[in-house]
């Protein structure tokens, strides 16, 4: 595997199940992103880890936890959602360094979910 | 507060034909980080230029090229030629404030490129 990968690419789930998404990255990378992208909407950055730590959690709801056991593997655990969360669930990663700007996001192929 | 306005909600132009993307962005600092990504029907966004606020050189790449003027706050993105194959939702987005984790993205322009 190269890149990004995200699994499953696509789940459907009712509202009162609990279903996790994955994401590994192959780039030696050392952040991971989740960003959430509905019909319309520009895409909306949920959670930043670095070094595996959470830095950044954008005012997600906590129906959405995420997990990140080590640099190369995120996951968003996903429970009790509502219709309104189906949307496309992107995955990214990138390489931080102390100096000079942000890494490049690479992002996976996405995880399309639909809530019933 | 940083902010990326992609105006053109969606374009069709005729292949061979030339096509301007444009991308106008807000930000109060003085260093930042401009990117283009494209995304195909497949999903994945796919890199395709960073440019830091430092370098206002224009660059090209086959038939992409861009044009940054800090003057007007604009990335703009030229496919020149373009073919179906480049029928995508673009995405320009920026990243500054000291928090470079965070991309501020713009609500994308889908081109249409009709054969």
């Known amino acids: 595997e190269t890149g990004v990968t995200q699994t499953p690419r696509h789940l459907v789930m009712g509202m009162t199940n609990k279903k996790s998404l994955k994401c590994e990255q192959h780039?030696?990378?050392?952040?991971m992103y989740w960003y959430k992208q509905s019909a319309k909407k520009p895409l909306e950055l949920m959670f930043v880890y670095n070094f595996k730590e959470q830095t950044e959690n954008n005012s997600v709801p906590s129906r959405f936890s995420p997990e990140c056991p080590n640099s190369s593997h995120l996951f968003l655990h996903l429970h009790t959602l509502q219709p309104e969360d189906s949307a496309l669930y992107l995955c990214?990663?990138?390489?931080?360094?102390?100096?000079?700007?942000?890494?490049?996001?690479?992002f996976g192929p996405g995880t399309r979910l639909t809530v019933l | 507060a940083q902010k990326v306005t992609q105006a053109q909600t969606e374009i069709s132009v005729v292949e061979k034909e030339d096509v301007t993307l444009d991308c106008v962005y807000e930000?109060?600092?003085?260093?930042?980080?401009l990117f283009w990504y494209k995304q195909p029907p497949s999903g994945e966004l796919v890199f395709l230029i960073r440019?830091?606020?430092?370098?206002?050189q224009n660059e090209i790449s086959g038939r992409y090229s861009w044009n940054f003027q800090k003057s007007t706050s604009s990335f703009n993105f030229t496919i020149t030629a373009s073919q179906v194959v480049d029928s995508a939702v673009y995405f320009c987005?920026?990243?500054?404030?000291?928090?470079?984790?965070?991309?501020?993205f713009g609500s994308g322009t889908k081109l249409n490129v009709k054969p």
């Open positions: 930000t109060r600092d003085t260093t930042y980080y």
């Open positions: 987005a920026l990243s500054g404030g000291g928090n470079f984790n965070k991309f501020y």
């Open positions: 440019r830091n606020s430092f370098d206002e």
């Open positions: 990214a990663s990138s390489q931080e360094v102390l100096a000079g700007g942000p890494g490049t996001q690479f």
């Open positions: 780039l030696g990378h050392n952040a």
